[in-house]
């Protein structure tokens, strides 16, 4: 059965490139039969946040956010792909993810980083862990670290040369875990409904 999957973004910048890894894993999801969409922060235009969702007056959130909060209700997994500013997270993403919390539980992360350079964000992704943990997401341990994102994938977010056919191939694992661990979590979550 389908899995409802949304992949996370967060740059708000205008040459921006992680987005080309968003769209792929957007694309390599989609084609293994899940029902995948990409929340691009940029796109969704939050302002700075000043209020929870949960803690805004019924229909008084921005319309941007209640329609995000009901689209996080129901996913049954989380991609979240993780570009780094120095060594740290991109802001948009974070602003877009801290003002949510009931919304996320019980259901898994993944978290896929990316940078300009051999690091790959591999910091920011480790920052990001334990967020998401924080927000009560499962946070799968497999990862992918792709960079310099340039060399990997191209504007049009296909794989490039070696280092694309070796995130092709890391991809495989990287999807299966995710699977198994989000049907887990539904399962569960239907043996026994989350008590908030
Ligand atoms: C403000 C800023 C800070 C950055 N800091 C880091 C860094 O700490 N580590 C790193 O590997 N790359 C860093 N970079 C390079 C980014 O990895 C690269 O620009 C990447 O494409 C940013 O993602 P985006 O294009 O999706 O915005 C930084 C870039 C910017 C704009």
Do not use: C
């Not at 084609?31 to 995948?36: A, E, I, L, P, S």
């Not at 946040?49 to 689209?71: F, H, I, N, T, V």
């Amino acid at each position: 059965m389908a899995h409802r999957i949304l992949v996370l973004y967060g740059s708000y910048r205008s040459d921006r490139k992680g987005i080309r890894l968003a769209d792929y894993v957007v694309a390599g999801l989609g084609k293994r039969g899940d029902d995948v969409e990409l929340i691009d922060a940029k796109a969704v235009g939050l302002p700075m946040l000043d209020r929870m969702y949960k803690d805004a007056a019924p229909g008084s959130a921005p319309p941007a956010m209640e329609s995000l909060a009901a689209k996080v209700r129901g996913a049954d997994a989380f991609v979240f792909v993780t570009g780094e500013y120095n060594w740290g997270m991109q802001p948009g993403l974070k602003n877009l993810t801290d003002h949510f919390l009931e919304e996320w539980f019980w259901r898994p992360a993944a978290i896929v980083s990316y940078s300009a350079g051999r690091i790959a964000g591999a910091r920011s992704g480790m920052i990001w862990h334990g967020t998401l943990s924080e927000m009560g997401m499962v946070v799968i341990s497999s990862t992918l670290a792709v960079g310099p994102i340039e060399q990997v994938l191209n504007a049009q977010a296909q794989p490039l040369g070696d280092l694309g056919l070796r995130l092709d191939r890391d991809f495989v694992r990287f999807a299966d875990d995710l699977a198994w661990w989000t049907e887990a979590a539904k399962m569960q979550r239907a043996r026994k409904p989350p008590p908030y």
